[in-house]
Structure formats: structure tokens, C-alpha cells
T-cell receptor, first 112, second 114 residues
Framework: DMKVTQMPRYLIKRMGENVLLECGQDMSHETMYWYRQDPGLGLQLIYISYDVDSNSEGDIPKGYRVSRKKREHFSLILDSAKTNQTSVYFC???????????FGSGTRLLVI | KTQVEQSPQSLVVRQGENCVLQCNYSVTPDNHLRWFKQDTGKGLVSLTVLVHENDKTSNGRYSATLDKDAKHSTLHITATLLDDTATYICVVGDRGSALGRLHFGAGTQLIVIP
């Protein structure tokens, strides 16, 4: 069953701590994304990765960085987490020339 | 400024009733439009995609229309079931490839009651 897997599902961190969110996909998709979802807002794009070590900023990259060393794996890193980074983070993947997107189930991050 | 507006924000219907969800957008260019279903605590699952002017699609009890001139789409759910309770999200893609950007609406929360 083709899917995008996110780990962990839930995470509580203190302000200033580092956070690592992981995402894997088993479809050999070239393109992967990190979004955040906040109440009353549509999903906002944080970073997009077109392939290994080929990453671009999305609409709200400040406070985040990413790493993609293998095609099937895309990490989101928060260096020194802030309370306003409390959110639900979604990873997604797609084929380069195809507009089909597969989303993970999300990671719920609480920064206290 | 939000480029994808969905209405209503929330909706309660009785099981078996039909409902219509609306999506208005200002994204340009508007290559395609997707409707996603998001169950509580889950990811987004694609219901249908509309590409062409005046497209109509049908996927079981879900059907959708797209009017590119008016930049408007509707999602119809017929004979609702309790499992239809979810948030329905309208997404407009500005290109036909992964190089494009997706513009997300905030969603319509549908609650189906017995």
C-alpha cells in the first residue's frame, strides 16, 4: 500500500529545544513537501524538495530547515523551537510531472 | 490575502441528506482544483480533481463541478453517511506539475448526525 509515513505522531517540546520531524515515502516520488496546518487557515508550505539535496523555501520557511539525503526520506528541523511553531505538520509527496499528492497523517507538535 | 475561500465554514446535516460545499478562489493561473477529505487527526485524502473549464466529476456519492470563468467549484455529497463527518478542503494548483504551488482553503467542517 503506497503511503507517506510521519514520525512521531505527537511531540511535546520546551521552547528553545531542537525538534526533528521525519517523513518517509515508499513510492519513489521525487518531490516532497512540508506543510503546517493551523486552525482557520489553509495548509502553508514550509519547504519543498525536488530530489536529494535539492530543496527550496516555501512560503513560511523562517525558523525551519530541511534535510533530504535519500529520495525516500525528508526531515524537517526546528532549531530552537518557539511557541508559535505549535502546529500540525504534514508531509506530502508527488511525482514530478504528476499533480497527484499523497499526504502523511501529520505530526502534532506542542511547544511549551 | 486568502486566495481560496470555502463556505460554509461548518455544516451539520442529518444522515441521508444531501449537502453542497462551495469554493471560490482567485488563484491565477488555475491549472487544476482538487477536493480533499480530512478525517479528524488524519491526513488529506484526494476525492476528485477538476482540470478543464466546466469540468464535472463523480466519485460514488461525491460529485464536483468547476467553473473557471467564475473561479468557483462545488462539491456535492449525496445521501450522507456518518463516516462523511470530516473537513473538506478545496485546493487550487497553479501548474500541472510538482513545480507548481498548491493553494489551500481553510476547509468546511461537515458533521453528519443520526
Amino acid at each position: 500500500d503506497m503511503k507517506v509515513t510521519q514520525m512521531p505522531r505527537y511531540l511535546i517540546k520546551r521552547m528553545g529545544e531542537n525538534v526533528l520531524l521525519e517523513c518517509g515515502q515508499d513510492m519513489s516520488h521525487e518531490t516532497m513537501y512540508w506543510y503546517r496546518q493551523d486552525p482557520g487557515l489553509g495548509l502553508q508550505l514550509i519547504y519543498i524538495s525536488y530530489d536529494v539535496d535539492s530543496n527550496s523555501e516555501g512560503d513560511i520557511p523562517k525558523g525551519y530547515r530541511v534535510s533530504r539525503k535519500k529520495r525516500e526520506h525528508f526531515s524537517l528541523i526546528l532549531d530552537s523551537a518557539k511557541t508559535n511553531q505549535t502546529s500540525v505538520y504534514f508531509c506530502a509527496s508527488s511525482l514530478r510531472e504528476n499533480s497527484d499528492y499523497t499526504f502523511g497523517s501529520g505530526t502534532r507538535l506542542l511547544v511549551i | 490575502k486568502t486566495q481560496v475561500e470555502q463556505s460554509p465554514q461548518s455544516l451539520v446535516v442529518r444522515q441521508g441528506e444531501n449537502c453542497v460545499l462551495q469554493c471560490n478562489y482567485s488563484v491565477t493561473p488555475d491549472n487544476h482544483l482538487r477536493w480533499f477529505k480530512q478525517d479528524t487527526g488524519k491526513g488529506l485524502v484526494s476525492l476528485t480533481v477538476l482540470v478543464h473549464e466546466n469540468d464535472k466529476t463523480s466519485n460514488g456519492r461525491y460529485s464536483a463541478t468547476l467553473d473557471k470563468d467564475a473561479k468557483h467549484s462545488t462539491l456535492h455529497i449525496t445521501a450522507t453517511l456518518l463516516d462523511d463527518t470530516a473537513t473538506y478542503i478545496c485546493v487550487v494548483g497553479d501548474r500541472g506539475s510538482a513545480l507548481g504551488r498548491l493553494h489551500f482553503g481553510a476547509g468546511t467542517q461537515l458533521i453528519v448526525i443520526p
